[in-house]
């Protein structure tokens, strides 16, 4: 049996990303950028007016108060006015439609009184008021996003007003789902005496795509080694991360080990110091000059999700070519007491909240490992140490982040 740094100091060693390859910016969502994407022109383009008002120049209001000024024309968005404004004229603009030349300023609609073709200003408008300047946003030539960013949505709306058509990613991993128990029934089959739903596939399937990996389902089979054996050979070409779930513990029907041994996969570890998810295991395929990383997961939904988030989406993360490849952690206290056996490094689930300046933690529910409703209300896995016993309200502990 081996421990949690050290399992994971195996799976990640020499990960590489898969390679490049150039796609739409609207299928980018959650692709890992593998260029530096440079600003092509500034943002705004031009300077603009920010309110619905008019465009003035601001010396026409110094010691002048009140004033009044004559409405030479209008503006909107889109559309160029083309002329100067000079001293005593106001230009009625529109928000987002670009500041005329000799203007400098904008003055609120809301803030003066209009009388024919006049305003009448009744305050000092300071130079710049309401005035958004060509590229005060992002500079002309800017690197504005690194290579190793995976693409949220405003990362994309960035890239669109930069008039990014498609942009260089880094290729996603596929990664193959295989669920195996006699027991396991599919959404749309009766549910018979001993039999329970395949849950596991499905938020699997869910895990894999909010990391940006492409979940390739193969279904279920029975505890049966030649079956396991002939999905895993049919498919192994196209993943690059092969993923069964149950079977994998130490009972007379669990074949996974085998069925991965039987084609030729080298063990890198089987059982991990950790709970749940203890029998985890972890095989290194080398087919045709590339690694297939294949795991073995426990069949309870506890150890399932929570060894995917701790072990396989990082694992997805690194292929993706993403810089930050771990999840987010905080130092967090616990609200209540801990009792546990030594020797196991426990994950619990967790929410996370904040309370007197310092992040807190309190249980989602009973800890069970077949349990899904604690997975459901959990924001968080909490790492309780390998080798503690007992830990008293207020102890600080390592937390993980998690978004499934
Ligand atoms: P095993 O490791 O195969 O003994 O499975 C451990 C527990 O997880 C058993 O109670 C199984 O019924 C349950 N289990 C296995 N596979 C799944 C699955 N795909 N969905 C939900 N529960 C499962
Ligand atoms: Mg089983």
Same mark, same amino acid.
């Given at each position: 049996?081996?421990?949690?740094?050290?399992?994971?100091?195996?799976?990640?060693?020499?990960?590489?990303?898969?390679?490049?390859?150039?796609?739409?910016? %609207?299928?980018?969502?959650?692709?890992?950028?593998?260029?530096?994407?440079?600003?092509?022109?500034?943002?705004?383009?031009?300077?603009?007016? +920010?309110?619905?008002?008019?465009?003035?120049?601001s010396?026409?209001?110094?010691?002048?108060?009140?004033?009044?000024?004559?409405?030479?024309?209008?503006?909107s968005?889109?559309?160029?006015?083309?002329?100067? @404004?000079? *001293?005593?004229?106001?230009?009625?603009?529109? $928000?987002?439609?670009?500041?005329?030349?000799? !203007?400098?300023t904008v003055?609120p609609?809301? %803030?003066?009184?209009?009388?024919?073709?006049?305003?009448?200003?009744?305050?000092?408008?300071?130079? &710049?008021e309401?005035?958004?300047?060509?590229? *005060?946003?992002?500079?002309?030539?800017?690197?504005?996003?690194?290579? &190793?960013?995976?693409?949220?949505?405003?990362?994309? &709306?960035?890239?669109?007003? #930069?008039?990014? @058509?498609?942009?260089?990613?880094?290729? +996603?991993?596929?990664?193959?789902?295989?669920?195996?128990g006699? *027991?396991?029934?599919?959404?749309?089959?009766?549910?018979?005496?001993?039999?329970?739903?395949?849950?596991?596939?499905?938020?699997?399937? !869910?895990?894999?795509?909010?990391?940006?990996?492409?979940? #390739?389902?193969?279904?279920?089979?029975?505890?049966?080694?030649? *079956?396991?054996?002939?999905?895993?050979?049919e498919?192994?070409?196209?993943?690059?991360?092969?993923? $069964?779930?149950?079977?994998?513990?130490?009972?007379?029907?669990?074949?996974?080990?085998?069925?991965?041994?039987?084609?030729?996969?080298?063990?890198?570890? /089987?059982?991990? !110091?950790?709970?749940?998810?203890?029998?985890?295991?972890?095989? @290194?395929?080398?087919?045709?000059?590339?690694?297939?990383?294949?795991?073995?997961?426990p &069949?309870?939904?506890?150890?399932v999700?929570?060894?995917? %988030?701790?072990?396989?989406?990082?694992?997805?993360?690194?292929?993706?070519?993403?810089?930050?490849?771990?999840?987010?952690?905080?130092?967090?206290?616990?609200?209540h007491?801990?009792?546990?056996?030594?020797?196991?490094?426990?994950?619990?689930?967790?929410?996370?909240?904040?309370?007197?300046?310092?992040? /807190?933690? $309190?249980?989602?529910?009973?800890?069970?490992?077949?349990f899904?409703?604690?997975? +459901?209300?959990?924001?968080? @896995?909490?790492?309780?140490?390998?080798?503690?016993?007992?830990?008293?309200?207020? $102890?600080?502990?390592?937390?993980?982040?998690?978004?499934?």
């Amino acid at each position: 049996m081996i421990n949690f740094e050290e399992a994971r100091k195996i799976i990640f060693e020499n990960v590489k990303p898969i390679g490049k390859e150039r796609v739409f910016l %609207e299928d980018a969502f959650r692709r890992v950028l593998a260029e530096n994407v440079k600003a092509s022109h500034p943002i705004p383009p031009f300077t603009n007016s +920010a309110m619905d008002g008019f465009a003035i120049r601001s010396g026409n209001t110094e010691g002048k108060i009140p004033v009044k000024l004559k409405i030479v024309g209008e503006e909107s968005a889109g559309k160029i006015f083309g002329k100067e @404004i000079h *001293e005593g004229e106001a230009l009625y603009i529109l $928000t987002g439609a670009p500041l005329p030349p000799g !203007a400098d300023t904008v003055i609120p609609q809301e %803030e003066v009184k209009i009388e024919g073709d006049y305003i009448i200003i009744t305050r000092k408008v300071g130079k &710049g008021e309401n005035v958004r300047y060509a590229g *005060e946003d992002i500079k002309e030539g800017e690197i504005i996003l690194e290579k &190793g960013i995976q693409l949220n949505s405003a990362h994309i &709306g960035l890239l669109a007003a #930069l008039g990014k @058509i498609e942009i260089e990613v880094f290729v +996603a991993p596929k990664i193959g789902i295989l669920a195996t128990g006699e *027991e396991l029934r599919e959404l749309n089959e009766l549910l018979t005496p001993g039999s329970i739903r395949n849950s596991n596939t499905y938020a699997l399937i !869910a895990q894999i795509k909010s990391a940006g990996g492409i979940p #390739l389902n193969y279904g279920k089979v029975g505890d049966n080694p030649e *079956e396991i054996k002939k999905i895993m050979e049919e498919n192994l070409n196209t993943c690059d991360i092969f993923l $069964t779930t149950g079977g994998v513990s130490v009972g007379k029907y669990d074949y996974v080990k085998e069925a991965y041994e039987s084609i030729g996969a080298e063990r890198k570890f /089987w059982r991990v !110091a950790q709970k749940p998810g203890m029998p985890l295991a972890f095989y @290194i395929l080398k087919k045709e000059n590339r690694i297939k990383y294949l795991f073995g997961l426990p &069949g309870n939904p506890a150890s399932v999700m929570i060894s995917f %988030e701790e072990y396989i989406r990082p694992l997805i993360y690194l292929l993706s070519g993403r810089k930050n490849y771990l999840l987010r952690e905080i130092q967090a206290r616990l609200s209540h007491d801990y009792k546990k056996k030594k020797g196991r490094l426990n994950f619990l689930r967790v929410k996370v909240f904040f309370k007197n300046g310092e992040y /807190w933690i $309190t249980e989602s529910g009973p800890q069970g490992s077949g349990f899904l409703r604690t997975l +459901a209300f959990a924001n968080a @896995i909490a790492l309780i140490p390998k080798d503690a016993e007992y830990l008293s309200a207020g $102890t600080k502990v390592k937390v993980h982040l998690v978004e499934w």
